[in-house]
């Protein structure tokens, strides 16, 4: 009896940095001043990420307007608030607020309309919002919403760095964020002056490095603070900070690889979905 043929071993490549899109400033909802990195001219997505808006800011002109009621269908949107109040409400019941470390889970599904108030008069807001495609398949899914506090999110230290891990998993520690397709990893990463960290992320995933503190450097290449740094092929990857460290968001999930139809606060895969989506938003079907 012959033996079978052992399986060669595969290690899946160190990613680099495949290119380095600077943010757009511009403003959304009733004029919050913001910074959007994903969803531009420049970088229109990373599959399956459709769009990430930065805020911060110690003036309250800048985000006491918020962001009235206004419609989603088609995606989720994922809140990060680093520093400050918000408060969300929608029109299936769903309510929170959102403060220092917490984050908010949105699955507009087939269709929410939500209202992101903040719920402070003065002092600092900063913090991220990110949206998640859905598949085909579930872009018509029953609309679903939670808070995650900053007390369930895990904070650990690694080599070399601090985490605070709202999705996926490192080092046997896993993110409170919902099990979706798109297996989303998303990461708080602060790094020490001159440190180095390797990141784990999936092999197949894509994914991207935002620096809003100091600089990094990944495969040779620097992003600085207002950067993003689109990630290339591969597995894990080594971070490196610079004599001043850095903190970055590192945020990767599976490509969905489908087409995308978007208009306005509608993500879908056709023209004419996106034309039914006008339609029972303004026929009062969400």
Do not use: C
């Amino acid at each position: 009896m012959s033996q079978a043929a052992e399986k060669p071993i595969t290690t899946a490549k160190s990613r680099g940095i495949a290119r380095v899109v600077s943010g757009m400033p511009t403003q959304d909802g009733a004029g919050v001043k913001l910074t959007r990195l994903i969803g531009t001219p420049q970088l229109g997505n990373v599959d399956p990420f459709l769009m990430l808006d930065a805020f911060g800011t110690d003036n309250p002109k800048d985000y006491i307007a918020g962001f009235p009621e206004h419609p989603h269908r088609g995606f989720e949107t994922m809140t990060y608030m680093i520093q400050g109040t918000m408060q969300h409400r929608d029109n299936h019941g769903g309510e929170g607020l959102i403060t220092d470390g917490g984050v908010q889970w949105m699955t507009a599904g087939r269709g929410v309309a939500h209202s992101e108030m903040p719920a402070q008069t003065g002092g600092r807001m900063f913090g991220f919002q990110l949206w998640i495609n859905l598949p085909a398949k579930e872009k018509m899914r029953a609309p679903w919403y939670a808070d995650i506090p900053a007390s369930a999110i895990p904070s650990f230290g690694v080599e070399g760095a601090a985490v605070k891990l709202i999705a996926g998993e490192w080092n046997g520690r896993k993110g409170p964020a919902p099990e979706r397709v798109t297996a989303p990893f998303i990461a708080d990463v602060t790094l020490a002056a001159n440190a180095s960290t390797q990141v784990p992320l999936p092999e197949g995933h894509a994914g991207f490095v935002y620096v809003f503190e100091g600089a990094q450097t990944v495969g040779g290449t620097i992003v600085n603070a207002g950067n993003i740094g689109v990630l290339s092929d591969g597995g894990p990857f080594s971070v490196n900070a610079n004599t001043h460290g850095a903190r970055l968001l590192v945020v990767a999930g599976k490509p969905l690889r489908e087409p995308i139809a978007k208009y306005g606060p509608f993500v879908m895969n056709t023209a004419d979905e996106i034309r039914q989506a006008i339609h029972d938003y303004q026929s009062g079907k969400f």
